[in-house]
């Protein structure tokens, strides 16, 4: 089945500093991956739609100079948090769907749990 | 525009009773339909998918779903309970297309009781 790899797992940062996430598509190739976030006890927040080649679409009320995402190739999307704050403190997920069979459903990687301190 | 409701953010039930997880939808394009599933500090999984196929969709670990478009409905169940099920559960909908959203509910926390 189709697997995304999400890194690292979990990463715990200081106030200022940036954080970078990888998602990749292992045995896939993903036009297009997104970007959720999710509090404790809540749903999953869209934040943005990654486009491999182009500028990521953002949602409505997320800093896209906060959060940078680049999607280099059909395989790979990161996601940095840069000049993290306590409050950025989240579980942040990410899911790309394959590109080549309309009703793929999206995958999901298992989550990047940051604290920032 | 799309949109889902989970009704329930908190369901429980006895170990071997009948699951019943709701969920309507609310899409102007004809829906694509999903169901994960989240165990803690975990991803989501998928359990089933409706892209307008069969109305009446089979998942994994015994799980189904039937598409209601008269109702809007996308109702996920399962027969029997086990202790496993106990999770986070999440509806969501999309469009057609690679590059279509999927915008998820406010997900249902299942409980079993032994």
């Known amino acids: 089945g189709a697997v995304v790899s999400q890194h690292p797992s979990r990463v715990i940062c200081k106030s200022g500093t940036s954080v970078k996430i990888e998602c990749r598509s292992l045995d896939f190739q993903a036009t297009t991956m997104f970007w959720y976030r999710q509090f404790p006890k809540q749903s999953l927040m869209l934040m943005a739609t990654s486009n491999e080649g182009s500028k990521a679409t953002y949602e409505q009320g997320v800093e896209k100079d906060k959060f940078l995402i680049n999607h280099a190739s059909l395989t790979l999307s990161t996601l940095t948090v840069t000049s993290a704050h306590p409050e950025d403190s989240s579980f942040y997920i990410c899911?790309?769907?394959?590109?080549?069979?309309?009703?793929?459903?999206?995958?999901f990687g298992n989550g990047t749990r940051l604290t920032v301190t | 525009a799309q949109s889902v409701t989970q009704l329930g953010s908190h369901v429980s039930v006895s170990e071997g009773a009948l699951v019943l997880l709701r969920c309507n939808y609310s899409?102007?394009?004809?829906?694509?339909l999903f169901w994960y599933v989240q165990y803690p500090n975990q991803g989501l999984q998928l359990l089933l998918k409706y892209t307008s196929a069969a109305t009446l969709v089979k998942g994994i670990n015994g799980f189904e779903a039937e598409f209601k478009k008269s109702e809007t409905s996308f109702h996920l169940t399962k027969p029997s309970a086990h202790m496993s099920d106990a999770a986070e559960y999440f509806c969501a909908v999309s469009g057609s297309g690679a590059t279509n959203k999927l915008i998820f509910g406010t997900g249902t926390l299942l409980a079993v009781q032994p």
């Open positions: 899409s102007s394009v004809p829906p694509y």
């Open positions: 899911s790309a769907r394959d590109r080549t069979y309309a009703g793929s459903p999206l995958h």
